[in-house]
């Protein structure tokens, strides 16, 4: 079986300055990873993901996150944040794809005007 | 086109009662998810449809947790009788095979 670690449970950053989420996952077996975003009242929106390839993956809104798989990581990063991007971020696994996703607890990310 | 919807947005209910949550997957595809987040703990698997099939249901914690995807179109949740551990959010999505899976915005179970 998988999981994943979200250890941080809130980060608190200013507008315009960089943020980095982490995400550690356990598995014993080839996986793909995704974040997802939840807006305020929003449903979960597909921010990345991981299936193959190159280990940095680019998503939407300026967000990347990059595949380690030596230290089973998986931190999401955005250079300059923006007061548009507080939301709640949940780092996922799967090892079949979409299906029978894995989430982590969740980081919500509060930006500071 | 429409995006997966989930009805109510919000229910209460009692301890004991019946609920019944619905979601609208997007048209056309074949692959139906439950997932549930329960109070400041980690979204988890439910189970999965593939058109009226259950594929896995792995995830389902008891038997007063049914759910039903008549036809292959919408899916219905049914909890009877809920209980007090049964609150959080109850997340729908859909894919088609192998293909990005789309989120509804959940609905929000409150058992007192």
């Known amino acids: 079986a998988q999981s994943v670690t979200q250890l941080d449970s809130q980060v608190p950053v200013f507008e315009e300055a960089p943020v980095e989420l982490r995400c550690n996952y356990s598995s014993s077996v080839s996986v793909y990873l995704f974040w997802y975003v939840q807006y305020p009242n929003q449903g979960l929106q597909l921010l990345l993901k991981y299936l193959s390839g190159s280990t940095l993956v680019k998503g939407i809104n300026g967000f990347e996150a990059e595949f380690n798989k030596s230290q089973t990581s998986f931190h999401l990063r955005k250079p300059s944040v923006h007061i548009s991007d507080t939301a709640e971020y949940f780092c996922a696994v799967s090892v079949g794809g979409y299906q029978k996703v894995t989430f982590g607890t969740g980081t919500k990310l509060q930006v500071i005007p | ?112």
């Open chain 2, 1 to 112: 086109e429409a995006g997966v919807t989930q009805f109510p947005s919000h229910s209460v209910i009692e301890k004991g009662q019946t609920v019944t949550l619905r979601c609208d997957p997007i048209s056309g595809h074949d692959n139906l998810y439950w997932y549930r987040r329960v109070m400041g703990k980690e979204i988890k698997f439910l189970l999965h449809f593939v058109k009226e099939s259950k594929q896995d249901e792995s995830g389902m914690p008891n038997n007063r947790f049914l759910a039903e995807r008549t036809g292959g179109t919408y899916s219905t949740l049914k909890v009877q009788p809920a209980e007090l551990e049964d609150s959080g959010v109850y997340f729908c999505a859909s894919s088609q095979e192998l293909q990005q899976a789309f989120f509804g915005q959940g609905t929000r179970l409150t058992v007192v």
